[in-house]
């Protein structure tokens, strides 16, 4: 198994704070390298105007060698020179070509110059200075020339005062540099590495935190929450966790409430259809008395296959194994032959049913079959809570680009307390008079098959008046299909 995930995030922020300190000690010793050997060349350069400023009240060579103390002084700076940089110094006086030259050695020789040496010469007399490399090839290819104008009191040039020194004498070596390099890079790794440690910590505080709740959550304990007050995503992150949780308790609780009502509408019907069978078995129950109860048991077989069907559908709904069959089809005559289907029950309590439509026909786009069966559980719903003598009212309405369904009853009055939870699987209102009348998981299924078509289910209750009501896109009528063009040789009826 791998390091734990403090050890890699500080190993990777340790990683990153020494490429960056290695990368800053690189750039800074090139930086001061370059630095430090300008300021050397500078003092180089600062040598060769001291002797050029002690010999400003002379004007030919031969002045400095017959002047005693003046030789002193300028052998001893000469000998100093080459003692501290390790250069030679050559005092020139040039003059039609010819250079007299008095070398560190204060050796004096005349020699015709170089058209090179010549421009070089020509700069100096003009006021400035010089730095060039391998100006004279027999002192080497290496060594620098730093050439200064040589003035007389006047201002007048008269000479020049010459610096040569090797390329590896001016060279700064980054060896030299360390003893300035290395305390800071040290003390910025030793700061890099508490940063890190912080840093890393405080990452880990958190996931920590998350993966302790998860574990929680592992075990079943889904009342756990996710404590995190470090802001930004990970906070986002625990607080996701955290609704989550929650979701995940209600949908458990959801989950549990929903076994113990399966399982008490099923143990209601089985316990009471194998009473009455032990009691016909048993002879409790008189030959005559027995077509009665069977009506009784198949009513609760019956009851039964509905609730299965009504779990499966929902099953398969709550899966996505429930795909809609889009296609325009006219809703007011589904209504039609859905209140045929039910004339029987309307006749038996003298319903007075009403129908308005606002058209002959109203196409709308949807799935047949599934709103066939939101409609008719409305109606069926409808019907079970209406007193004898009671109206039903059905609607269609075409609002804006959408087609509004209601079915409407002036029955008992669904309480301001239930109306949140009526869509609610097995929720019956009243509890004490819907025993047997159904599954639980009608409005339910009606709820998640408009939900499936985009749309939303309301009701409301007011004294006289229930309604749902649900829309649902219109359209045009379908286009009327072509008969297929008779066979050669086919009968004409």
């Known amino acids: 198994m791998r390091g734990g995930l403090f050890w890699r995030t500080f190993s990777a922020m340790m990683a990153a704070m020494l490429v960056t300190v290695l990368l800053f000690t690189g750039i800074m010793s090139t930086s001061l390298q370059q630095v430090r050997q300008e300021s050397y060349e500078g003092e180089v350069r600062l040598q060769a105007y001291e002797i050029a400023d002690y010999m400003k009240n002379l004007n030919q060579l031969s002045f400095v060698r017959d002047n005693v103390t003046m030789q002193y002084v300028i052998r001893r700076k000469i000998a100093k020179i080459h003692e501290l940089y390790n250069a030679d110094i050559w005092i020139v006086s040039y003059n039609s070509g010819i250079a007299q030259v008095l070398d560190s050695s204060w050796n004096t020789s005349e020699s015709i110059v170089s058209e090179k040496v010549q421009e070089q010469l020509q700069v100096i007399q003009s006021g400035r200075e010089i730095r060039v490399t391998g100006l004279f090839p027999e002192l080497g290819d290496q060594m620098v020339t730093i050439g200064v104008p040589w003035t007389y009191s006047d201002g007048h040039v008269v000479g020049a005062v010459l610096l040569h020194i090797s390329t590896e004498s001016l060279r ?106 032990d009691a016909m078995l048993d002879g409790t129950i008189a030959p ?136 609610e699987r097995f929720y019956k209102a009243d509890k004490a008079h819907t025993s047997g009348m159904g599954t639980g998981l009608g409005l339910a299924i009606c709820k998640m098959i408009i939900q499936e078509h985009g749309s939303e289910i309301q009701v409301h209750s007011v004294p006289g008046d229930t309604a749902f009501e649900f829309s649902l896109p219109a359209c045009s009528p379908p286009e009327p299909r072509s008969p297929k063009p008779a066979e050669p040789g086919a009968e004409i009826p």
């Open 172 to 277: 700064v070596r980054v060896i030299d540099l360390i003893p300035q390099i290395l305390p800071a890079a040290v003390a910025a790794l030793l700061l890099g590495a508490l940063l890190s440690v912080f840093l890393a910590r405080s990452q880990i505080r958190p996931i920590k935190e998350i993966d302790n709740a998860v574990r929680e959550f592992t075990k079943g304990d889904l009342s756990r929450r996710v404590e995190l007050h470090c802001g930004g995503e990970l906070e986002r992150l625990g607080s996701s966790i955290n609704r989550m949780a929650g979701e995940l308790s209600q949908l458990e609780d959801s989950r549990r409430n929903f076994v113990a009502a399966v399982s008490h509408e099923l143990r209601s019907p089985m316990t009471c259809m194998r009473g009455y069978v």
């Open 288 to 423: 005559q008395d027995m077509p009665k109860y069977l009506a009784i048991v198949r009513d609760e077989t019956n009851r039964l296959t509905d609730l299965v069907r009504d779990l499966l559908d929902m099953s398969r709904l709550e899966s996505g194994k429930f795909p809609l069959q889009i296609s325009p089809f006219d809703a007011n005559e589904m209504i039609r032959r859905i209140l045929i289907n039910f004339e029987p029950r309307i006749e038996e309590k003298h319903i007075e049913v009403r129908v308005d439509f606002d058209a002959e026909q109203r196409y709308v786009s949807g799935d047949g079959n599934r709103i066939n069966q939101v409609l008719s559980n409305l109606v069926d719903n409808a019907l079970k809570f209406m007193s004898d003598g009671g109206a039903l009212t059905v609607k269609t309405r075409l609002s804006d680009k959408s087609v509004l369904f209601t079915v409407q009853n002036d029955g008992e009055v669904i309480a301001a307390k239930d109306l949140p939870h009526i869509f």
